[in-house]
């Protein structure tokens, strides 16, 4: 099966998409997700002008040698830009042998190894009260997980909390937005939220927080500890990872699980952290850390140490990276849980899918392939809309980890 074109298409309905369309010889095409939040057009120039050229003509069944050869290739290795373009054509050759298959994508991992995929949703408010009456809505739902953020006081444009009655989205505004970090503020302030949870809600209900890496090890192993009664599912990118030493720091300190792994893009960015047990949960994703392909030696690395999966899915991962990370997490043999914000109604118009959402567990649905496609001329409909995430400065002004 030839590869005979490819097209790289921007969207923006709510915000900005990046999707690869591999089309072949036998028409069939598949879909890969490139989006890079607040840098977008890298990637799509990274694609257009370096990738797509090599692809034209090749065995579009030969994924390992693609993979391999865009990976070595390049004499440039890693990085995001370059990973999430490698994640992109990986994710649509995946998709067009699962439907040249006729299978769903799982079928071709290696089938379900699970009934369903156990997703968390994203609670957040003002305050205390509001968090609470927001995880009070999850619960209704069906949600058995529900990660818990709110807004601190003292601390303008806390990490989590969105505008209003919006879904939270950071990256929404052209130049990034200045918020305020005081980790005092922060550590005084959490455990109180966390407490009011299990009260109010009892301990069956899972609950999970992000961290997003304001943190240094020590502190972060204080607020593991503070946090052990209320016994998370997992405190997330409690410090940042770069030193992946420093997660023993954290380990030594608490038993709290711990998540981290969003921003990787390469197993060489958490193979200590695997290796040497100090995570519970890795977060690396389909669409900036190489796709099926690697995310599988990933997995296959982390089971070997009782690390489980846990995958990053915000609305700034397309629904094609969502549908696909479903097919793994039903196949993968340690999963742990997947993160589900839903997308705005005019994502999904523009991407319909198979993947459905019933008491708490999603499903891929029996679509051969991921599962997700695209309607283009809705989607061109949208726009690119240059928008960049926010920066984080500590209230004397230093500059800080957002
Ligand atoms: O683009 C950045 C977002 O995806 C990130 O801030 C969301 O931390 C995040 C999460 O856990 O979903
Ligand atoms: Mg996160």
Redesign the pocket.
């Known amino acids: 099966m030839i590869i005979k074109n490819i097209k790289v298409i921007v969207t923006s309905p709510g915000r900005n998409f990046v999707t690869l369309k591999i089309e072949t010889d036998q028409g069939i095409y598949g879909l890969g997700d490139a989006t890079l939040?607040g840098r977008e057009l890298s990637v799509v120039s990274y694609l257009e002008d370096h990738v797509i050229p090599v692809l034209i003509g090749r065995d579009a069944h030969r994924i390992q040698d693609i993979w391999a050869s865009l990976y070595k290739g390049a004499y440039w290795r890693r990085g995001p830009v370059t990973m999430s373009a490698i994640s992109a054509v990986d994710v649509a050759l995946w998709d067009i042998k699962a439907k040249a298959a006729n299978m769903p994508l799982y079928q071709l991992l290696g089938g379900a190894s699970r009934d369903g995929v156990l997703v968390y949703g994203h609670a957040n408010g003002a305050n205390i009260a509001e968090t609470v009456a927001a995880v009070g809505s999850y619960i209704d739902q069906g949600y058995k997980a529900v990660r818990a953020q709110s807004g601190i006081p003292g601390v303008k444009g806390s990490y989590g909390v969105g505008k209003g009655t919006d879904h939270y989205e950071?990256?929404d505004s052209t130049l990034p937005e200045e918020t305020v970090w005081s980790t005092t503020a922060y550590l005084n302030f959490i455990p109180e939220l966390f407490e009011t949870l299990r009260k109010t809600y009892g301990n069956e209900i899972e609950l999970l927080h992000?961290v997003?890496h304001r943190l240094t090890p020590n502190e972060a192993g204080a607020l593991g500890k503070a946090l052990e009664p209320y016994r998370l599912f997992w405190m997330?990118?409690c410090t940042p990872a770069e030193n992946q030493d420093a997660f023993r720091l954290v380990r030594e300190k608490t038993v709290t699980p711990l998540a981290v792994g969003?921003v990787f893009n390469s197993i060489h960015d958490c193979r200590r952290l695997i290796e040497n047990q100090w995570i519970d949960y890795i977060r690396a994703t389909l669409v900036h850390a190489g796709g099926v392909t690697h995310l599988r030696q990933i997995a296959s690395l982390a089971e070997l140490y009782q690390v489980r999966t846990g995958f990053?899915g915000?609305t700034?991962l397309s629904p094609v990276c969502m549908g696909t990370a479903l097919n793994f997490d039903l196949w993968v043999p340690n999963f742990g849980i997947q993160?589900y914000?839903k997308h705005s109604a005019a994502t999904d118009e523009v991407f319909p899918h198979s993947y459905t959402f019933k008491d708490g567990y999603m499903h891929p649905g029996e679509t051969p392939g991921h599962g997700v496609d695209i309607d283009e001329e809705l989607a061109a409909k949208y726009p690119y809309e240059p928008k960049q995430?926010p920066i984080a400065r500590l209230t004397d002004g230093t500059l800080w980890n957002w």
Request: no cysteine; hydrophobic share 30%.
């Open positions: 939040n950071p990256a992000d997003h997330e990118d969003e990053h915000a700034d993160e914000m995430l």
